[in-house]
């Protein structure tokens, strides 16, 4: 079985571009066999690793997906540089 936290990104990044409501999160916790606050807390987890953004709203929070951006070519040459440093070593 994945981890809450997996379960959790997985189900927000599904439901992209809508938010998921706090206390959706918190029923997905007990569903999956957890404590409601273990899932705000992978939750806020998830933020601080910048994979999700949370929105405050009077009272609750929702979380939503924070897809990748594309790199600029400049960030692409610059990690090539670094791959092919590390495969000379």
């Known amino acids: 079985m994945s981890s ?3 379960i959790l990104y997985n189900k927000i990044r599904g439901a992209y571009p809508i938010p998921i409501h706090g206390g959706a ?3 997905m916790s007990i569903d999956y066999g957890y404590k409601a606050s ?5 939750c806020r987890e998830l933020v601080n690793m910048g994979l ?3 929105i405050y ?4 929070v929702l979380y ?3 897809p990748p951006k ?4 400049e960030e692409l040459e610059a990690e090539r540089q ?3 440093i590390r495969a000379i070593q």
């Open 25 to 27: 999160i918190e029923k």
């Open 82 to 84: 670094g791959l092919l």
């Open 4 to 6: 809450l936290k997996v």
């Open 38 to 42: 273990n899932g705000s807390r992978r």
């Open 64 to 66: 939503k997906w924070i």
């Open 70 to 73: 594309e790199k600029t070519f």
């Open 57 to 60: 709203e009077k009272g609750f």
């Open 52 to 54: 999700i953004e949370p």
